[in-house]
């Protein structure tokens, strides 16, 4: 399993940002994000159709993940951007959500999303 991030920058806050993860098949997906001196954590999974989405609370309302299976790409729209969103976004593919959200799946590279206050 190959994935590919892209999508980060600096933002100010209160702006948007998408990010994508191109994959090298069809998975469930998801993001999770690591600020500085924090643990990785849950962001948000969507299964392979598409029909199953998660979110981590601090995020509801405010990004979307959605998928192009065609393109075997998974995007994350976030919208409304806080400063603590700041962090490194990893995106992670599995068979089911329920592994993507355990972190037991595959990993790819991070990209860097900046929210400046």
């Known amino acids: 399993v190959q994935l590919q991030a892209s999508g980060g920058g600096l933002v100010q806050a209160g702006g948007s940002l998408r990010l994508s993860c191109a994959a090298s098949?069809?998975?469930?997906m998801g993001w999770f994000r690591q600020a500085p001196g924090k643990e990785r954590e849950f962001v948000s999974a969507i299964s392979r159709s598409g029909g199953r989405i998660d979110y981590a609370d601090s995020v509801k309302g405010r990004f979307t993940i959605s998928r192009d299976n065609a393109k075997n790409t998974v995007y994350l729209q976030m919208n409304s951007l806080k400063p603590e969103d700041t962090a490194v976004y990893y995106c992670?593919?599995?068979?089911?959500?329920?592994?993507?959200?355990?972190?037991?799946?595959?990993w790819g590279q991070g990209t860097q999303v900046t929210v400046s206050s």
């Open positions: 992670a593919a599995a068979g089911s959500t329920m592994v993507v959200r355990t972190g037991q799946g595959y």
């Open positions: 098949g069809v998975y469930a």
